[in-house]
């Protein structure tokens, strides 16, 4: 029986038919209410990226204006009449159109999901390259299993985001500077250099993705070398330049018009978080221990520290890049948990080197540790999901049968009020342009060009003001539809 395992595990392309398996299982599980609509967790801000696309689908692709349906001023803090929508350069956004005119049989929302879903399936091919020279073969795969059943990945990379795309070409970016630093060819620099810019382009925060190619570069050549030798010191400055510049061009391009710009600067450390106790808890305690590894996966994580600082160190200094990042962008990654995609790749990592330590490991009874290894990645995955299965879930289907509602009953152009705490997911339900809150009164609201006023709130003292002022043209248990251009008669 060992001699049939023996054969079979050394088998000259097993990697890559476990690597085949992993992925077809990966998309498998990610097709899990892949038709759900943009209405569970974090649909507001799917709810902004899927609107961006959905401007695109409507008036055509065009990168350098995007535009959404939220025309009202609380995102940005200034009116913003045509939607401006600059935060990431929308190469998600036109990927998804392109993609969803190439079918006819797929819901929009549901191509924009499997765009992440692909992007994950790619992501979790280079994180097996990377896996493979630096943990084995075996590491390879296992880094690339965690990464594509990890319960909190599988919900996150079939979101309506740009994260799990910029993921994919900051992983892309990370492998091709591997080649490069193996067979020192311009070429695989310089594509490493070009997913590099994708990637910040989307998300800037991928620079620190670029961390564990300094230490790369140290043990390549060392310092001395990096700095005096003029051929290598050439090659990284068109290989930085490639990398910067289309980020500084499209910021400079982005700032003329600030009126579409988020407010940002919160993300850093708007409410002072960043290393008090709250901080450890949140990032910690509950999102890496609790959400993401499930507790036990913590075995494998501090093994895999621990064996990283015996051998090659590219996978500890990959995750310590990645603490670096959450620590400087502290209040988004405490207040949203899915500013934690970025760090699943350097988890699955050095959790797979972990098990595979604690696998192959001499020093302990072999039955027993592999028992131990099997048991807490049962029970790592089922604490994960038990958590993660509540973001699948739409408490509110309300805003759905209310948007469906202001399809039927409006025209394609109107104008509305869609209240909803400032989330734009039920104003991207309705299909119409307007605001997602009221951010100034209804009265200025409709001198801005507001025709109807939408709620599933009426305990709303503006709806209470809107439903006693105007002409209802639909009310059912769950929502209202208010006429603003029938005022009723006193």
């Not at 990945?153 to 070409?169: D, Q």
């Not at 892309?172 to 060819?185: D, L, T, Y």
Request: hydrophobic share 50%; glycine share 6%; with cysteine.
């Amino acid at each position: 029986m060992n001699k049939i395992i023996n054969r079979i595990l050394n088998y000259k392309y097993i990697e890559y038919i476990a690597l085949s398996i992993i992925i077809i299982m990966g998309l498998l599980v990610r097709l899990y209410k892949i038709n759900s609509p943009i209405a569970d967790w974090h649909s507001w801000r799917q709810a902004d990226t899927a609107s961006v696309s959905k401007t695109f689908l409507d008036y055509g692709i065009n990168l350098l204006f995007p535009r959404y349906q939220d025309i009202s001023s609380i995102q940005t803090g200034y009116l913003n009449a045509n939607g401006y929508r600059f935060v990431e350069f929308p190469v998600f956004n036109a990927v998804h159109v392109i993609l969803y005119k190439l079918q006819h049989k797929l819901s929009f929302d549901s191509v924009g999901r499997l765009v992440s879903v692909l992007c994950a399936l790619i992501s979790s091919f280079f994180i097996f390259k990377i896996g493979n020279k630096y943990i084995g073969k075996f590491g390879g795969i296992l880094a690339s299993f965690f990464f594509l059943f990890i319960p909190y990945n599988i919900y996150f990379t079939r979101v309506v985001l740009p994260e799990p795309m910029g993921t994919m070409f900051g992983l892309a970016g990370i492998w091709f500077f591997i080649v490069f630093i193996e067979k020192e060819k311009g070429i695989s620099l310089y594509l490493s250099g070009l997913f590099f810019a994708l990637a910040l382009l989307i998300k800037p925060f991928l620079l620190f993705y670029t961390i564990p190619l300094i230490y790369l570069l140290i043990q390549k050549y060392g310092l001395k070398r990096l700095i005096s030798d003029p051929k290598i010191l050439i090659k990284l400055l068109v290989f930085a330049n490639i990398v910067l510049q289309p980020l500084l061009l499209w910021r400079v391009w982005m700032n003329k018009y600030f009126v579409g710009i988020p407010f940002f600067s919160w993300a850093l450390n708007g409410d002072e978080i960043r290393f008090r106790p709250a901080y450890w808890y949140w990032i910690y305690g509950e999102r890496i221990s609790k959400l993401i590894l499930g507790y036990w996966g913590l075995i494998f994580l501090s093994i895999g520290i621990l064996d990283s600082v015996k051998k090659k160190l590219f996978n500890l200094i990959f995750f310590l890049s990645m603490l670096g990042y959450m620590a400087l962008i502290a209040t988004a990654n405490v207040r949203h948990d899915y500013y934690q995609i970025f760090i699943i790749p350097s988890l699955s990592l050095l959790v797979a080197q972990g098990v595979l330590s604690l696998w192959i490991n001499k020093n302990y009874n072999k039955i027993i540790s592999r028992l131990l290894v099997i048991f807490s990645i049962l029970v790592m995955f089922l604490t994960s999901l038990f958590q993660v299965k509540e973001f699948y879930k739409i408490n509110h289907p309300e805003i759905i049968e209310a948007g469906n509602a202001v399809k039927r009953l409006t025209p394609a152009d109107a104008y509305v009020i869609a209240p909803y705490n400032g989330d734009t997911a039920f104003i991207y339900q309705t299909g119409r342009w307007g605001w997602p809150a009221i951010d100034s009164s209804i009265d200025e609201i409709v001198k801005r060009g507001g025709d109807y006023y939408v709620s599933v709130n009426f305990a709303d003292k503006d709806t209470i003001e809107a439903m006693n002022r105007f002409q209802t043209i639909e009310r059912t248990p769950t929502y209202v539809i208010v006429d603003l251009h029938k005022p009723l008669k006193k």
